[in-house]
Every structure is written in structure tokens, then in C-alpha cells.
């Protein structure tokens, strides 16, 4: 009997979260913002940038800016040994 009582109740939850998700949904999907800002994120040529990289007058930062390079770890030892070697350092 107990059982019965715990499915009853887990179904219940579910659909008032299921419920409560699609809710959720709809009201996000109004309240969210049509494309009207996308022409302003376009320049020359058509490119479009992040909105990161562009400041509060649509204009692009001039900030400096943190790059990441990923290469393979043969790539990284490689320069890892020309540092090595060009330091003078020997093995004794």
C-alpha cells in the first residue's frame, strides 16, 4: 500500500515540474529578445563579432585581449627542449 502512495506522490511531482518547466519556457521564449541587436553587432563586410569584444556604443574594444593556443603535447616538448638547449645548460 505504502508503494502505491510513493508512485502516487513521485507522479505528481513530476508533472508539476514538468509543468512548471514549460511554463518556464514560455515565459523565457517572450521575454527573450528578438534579433533587433544583431544589426548592430554587424560591420565591414558582413563580419559579426561577440558582444565580449564590443563596448557599450557598438564600437569594438581596444582592450587587450587574453589568447589561448592549444598545440600537442609533441609541440610542447619540442619548444621545451629548444629553451633547454639554448640556455647553454649541460649535463655533467
Request: avoid cysteine.
Amino acid at each position: 500500500m505504502i508503494q502505491v502512495l510513493y508512485i502516487i506522490a513521485f507522479t505528481a511531482l513530476s508533472i508539476l515540474a514538468v509543468a512548471n518547466l514549460i511554463r518556464s519556457m514560455m515565459a523565457l521564449s517572450k521575454s527573450e529578445p528578438t534579433n533587433r541587436n544583431l544589426s548592430n553587432r554587424r560591420f565591414a563586410k558582413g563580419k559579426s563579432f561577440h558582444p565580449e569584444l564590443i563596448d557599450a556604443d557598438g564600437n569594438i574594444t581596444q582592450e587587450p585581449l587574453l589568447v589561448m593556443r592549444s598545440f600537442t603535447v609533441d609541440d610542447a616538448r619540442a619548444r621545451l627542449d629548444a629553451i633547454y638547449e639554448a640556455s647553454g645548460n649541460s649535463e655533467v
